[in-house]
């Protein structure tokens, strides 16, 4: 999956995820507002409490029913009092019940209570709790209507004819203590006399009724049928305590609060999940800037995006594309580096091994090139001659070192292709083993050659394998004394390697000489042996067989002979 479709699903997941997350915190939200209202409520009144908000009130454990302390006291602030009833009528538990309250309500007792009117002066209201694993409960309340008993207490003092309320000193202490109004209005709508500072404005219409019982849930009205004169009497409910009023009066800040919450939740969360990895993958891009071809790393000095186990990380997995591509960069950047300086020391290898090597050759030239040229002396035909032979060895040596030293550059900073072929290698060794036969200088050495029992067919580069076996042939006649036995042969290991093997029975080879065999220049500087070539070829050697993905190893001792034994894939 690319980025384009990995972000497309992550945005979508992420969007589908945040809407669940808001409508539930949104039916979180009403669902507090509404427990917190019916709190309310039932603080202020239990009759307007919903059935809801007393299941959790009365505890039942099969026979066993009790009303929680809690309820009790708002029972007992509102002077009220509680029954719970089961089906058949038996009383379970009560509070502030009188004590003639029967252990079992009759049907028609229990009627009357929940359906009746008559209620002198009392509030009723009754509720039935369902429980999952439980029969059905009804609670039953009744509290006392405060501005129906006032209106009992005021109405025989009121002086209907003259239209005055007439109310004493003692009377007026109780309705302070209450918190109650008093008004008199008469059969026009007309207040003509009044008592309290909450008192409403009074309005004559159906409408203005009902926003005045709507306003006063504690409201009694009585009518003078002589005069048409209504005494209207309001008192206000019980007042919240400091907790509550502060809950109240905050309740929308919480609420604020609440919606904020998921916001910035969600802010530090996509925060986290997209703004991080990509200020790390800028970090990143910044160190490549200032030449610094690594990853980022943590405090600790760990690689950021990775935990300990070598796993990406979590949070950057959906980056691990952009991440990838970041490293491809890395690691390209880090490897021209080190080609640029490994090209740096290979040119500084390549003029100061050029300048060394030349220095001698030259000086031999320049030398015989001075005495020719010498006008104090004449030279015979037969040294002139001799002197011209020296020079064109001297600058056979210098055109081998050149194109030796071209080819160590080139092997060096990998600029040497292969063009692999398949050749029978059988034939090829026979071949090349009949010219250094063939050779007039090296008719004093014996040549055996054992090829392999079968035909041996390998993809290897004709020219550069010929250099391969042709150096190390050479070597063998070049440094060993006449009449030595030079062996070739040919092997291979279960058709995936073949093995070359060149033994002599020569002078062999030290340790130190051993050791230093495929170092540059180790025999360059001595120029007074013709046979010493440019010291560059079991160097040579040795790459080009790197480059086949073989390997060499070089066995010696002294005055017991050398062995060569090069391993190569046949593929």
């Given at each position: 999956m690319n980025l384009h479709k990995r972000f497309l699903l992550q945005f979508f997941t992420q969007l589908l995820l945040l809407s669940a997350v808001f409508l539930v915190t949104i039916l979180a939200i009403w669902a507090i507002i509404g427990f917190s209202l019916t709190e309310q409520d039932a603080r202020q009144d239990l009759a307007k409490a919903e059935s809801s908000y007393f299941t959790g009130k009365i505890s039942v454990d099969g026979k066993n029913v009790s009303i929680d302390p809690e309820l009790k006291e708002l029972a007992e602030r509102q002077n009220g009092q509680l029954l719970v009833v089961d089906a058949e009528g038996y009383v379970l538990d009560s509070f502030q019940a009188p004590e003639q309250t029967p252990s079992r309500m009759q049907a028609?007792?229990?009627?009357?209570?929940?359906?009746?009117?008559?209620?002198?002066?009392?509030?009723?209201?009754?509720?039935?709790?369902?429980?999952?694993?439980?029969?059905?409960?009804?609670?039953?309340?009744?509290?006392?209507?405060?501005?129906?008993?006032?209106?009992?207490?005021?109405?025989?003092?009121?002086?209907?004819?003259?239209?005055?309320?007439?109310?004493?000193?003692?009377?007026?202490?109780?309705?302070?203590?209450?918190?109650?109004?008093?008004?008199?209005?008469?059969?026009?709508?007309?207040?003509?006399?009044?008592?309290?500072?909450?008192?409403?404005?009074?309005?004559?219409?159906?409408?203005?009724?009902?926003?005045?019982?709507?306003?006063?849930?504690?409201?009694?009205?009585?009518?003078?049928?002589?005069?048409?004169?209504?005494?209207?009497?309001?008192?206000?409910?019980?007042?919240?305590?400091?907790?509550?009023?502060?809950?109240?009066?905050?309740?929308?800040?919480?609420?604020?609060?609440?919606?904020?919450?998921?916001?910035?939740?969600?802010?530090?969360?996509?925060?986290?999940?997209?703004?991080?990895?990509?200020?790390?993958?800028?970090?990143?891009?910044?160190?490549?800037?200032?030449?610094?071809?690594?990853?980022?790393?943590?405090?600790?000095?760990?690689?950021?995006?990775?935990?300990?186990?070598?796993?990406?990380?979590?949070?950057?997995?959906?980056?691990?594309?952009?991440?990838?591509?970041?490293?491809?960069?890395?690691?390209?950047?880090?490897?021209?580096?080190?080609?640029?300086?490994?090209?740096?020391?290979?040119?500084?290898?390549?003029?100061?091994?050029?300048?060394?090597?030349?220095?001698?050759?030259?000086?031999?030239?320049?030398?015989?090139?001075?005495?020719?040229?010498?006008?104090?002396?004449?030279?015979?035909?037969?040294?002139?001659?001799?002197?011209?032979?020296?020079?064109?060895?001297?600058?056979?040596?210098?055109?081998?070192?050149l194109e030796d030293l071209t080819l160590t550059f080139r092997l060096k900073n990998n600029a040497l292709p292969l063009s692999k072929e398949p050749v029978e290698l059988n034939e090829f060794m026979r071949r090349t083993i009949i010219q250094f036969i063939n050779e007039p200088a090296n008719a004093d050495f014996e040549f055996d050659f054992q090829p392999a029992e079968e035909d041996v067919m390998a993809d290897i580069d004709p020219k550069w394998f010929q250099r391969i076996v042709d150096n190390l042939i050479a070597n063998a006649v070049k440094y060993n004394p006449p009449g030595t036995t030079i062996t070739i042969s040919l092997s291979t290991i279960e058709r995936h390697l073949f093995i070359v093997r060149i033994e002599d029975d020569g002078t062999g080879m030290d340790k130190k000489t051993l050791n230093k065999l495929f170092e540059r220049y180790y025999r360059g500087s001595n120029t007074v042996e013709s046979g010493n070539g440019s010291g560059l070829g079991m160097a040579i050697t040795k790459q080009l067989v790197g480059l086949h993905g073989g390997s060499i190893k070089v066995t010696s001792e002294v005055s017991s002979g050398t062995t060569v034994r090069l391993m190569v894939p046949m593929q």
């Open positions: 028609n007792e229990l009627a009357a209570w929940l359906l009746g009117t008559d209620w002198a002066g009392k509030e009723r209201a009754y509720w039935k709790l369902e429980y999952f694993d439980e029969d059905p409960l009804y609670l039953l309340f009744e509290k006392e209507n405060k501005a129906a008993g006032l209106t009992a207490a005021l109405e025989p003092g009121v002086d209907w004819g003259q239209k005055q309320l007439r109310l004493t000193a003692d009377m007026e202490k109780k309705l302070q203590a209450e918190n109650a109004w008093v008004q008199l209005v008469d059969a026009g709508g007309v207040v003509v006399d009044s008592f309290g500072e909450d008192a409403p404005k009074f309005t004559a219409s159906i409408d203005g009724i009902d926003r005045l019982a709507a306003e006063w849930p504690m409201l009694s009205v009585s009518v003078d049928e002589a005069t048409q004169t209504a005494l209207y009497i309001g008192v206000a409910e019980m007042p919240s305590s400091f907790l509550e009023d502060s809950f109240a009066d905050r309740k929308l800040i919480y609420v604020f609060l609440l919606l904020l919450l998921p916001l910035v939740i969600g802010t530090f969360w996509y925060a986290r999940k997209f703004g991080m990895p990509l200020l790390v993958m800028m970090q990143w891009i910044q160190n490549l800037g200032s030449r610094q071809y690594e990853a980022p790393k943590d405090a600790s000095g760990q690689p950021a995006l990775y935990t300990k186990k070598g796993k990406l990380k979590r949070k950057y997995r959906l980056y691990k594309d952009l991440i990838g591509t970041l490293e491809q960069l890395t690691d390209t950047l880090k490897q021209h580096k080190v080609q640029r300086r490994e090209l740096n020391q290979t040119r500084e290898d390549w003029i100061s091994g050029l300048s060394h090597d030349l220095k001698t050759p030259l000086s031999s030239i320049s030398g015989y090139a001075q005495l020719l040229e010498a006008e104090n002396y004449q030279w015979s035909k037969t040294e002139a001659k001799e002197f011209a032979g020296i020079i064109h060895e001297k600058s056979g040596y210098m055109m081998e070192l």
